[in-house]
C-alpha cells in the first residue's frame, strides 16, 4: 500500500507545481499587459 501512494505523489506533484507556476506566470501577464496600456515601468 505504501508503494500505491509513493507513486501517486510522485506522479501528482508536478501536476500540482505546474498549475501553481501556470498562475503565477498568468498574473505576471496580466500585470505586465496592464502596465503597458497605463505607460508605466512593470517594477
Known sequence: ???FW???YVL???VIVAGV???IVRAFFRDWIQS???GRSII
Open 21 to 23: 507556476l501556470l498562475q
Open 1 to 3: 500500500m505504501a508503494t
Open 36 to 38: 503597458r496600456k497605463e
Open 6 to 8: 509513493l507513486t501517486v
Open 12 to 14: 501528482v506533484w508536478p
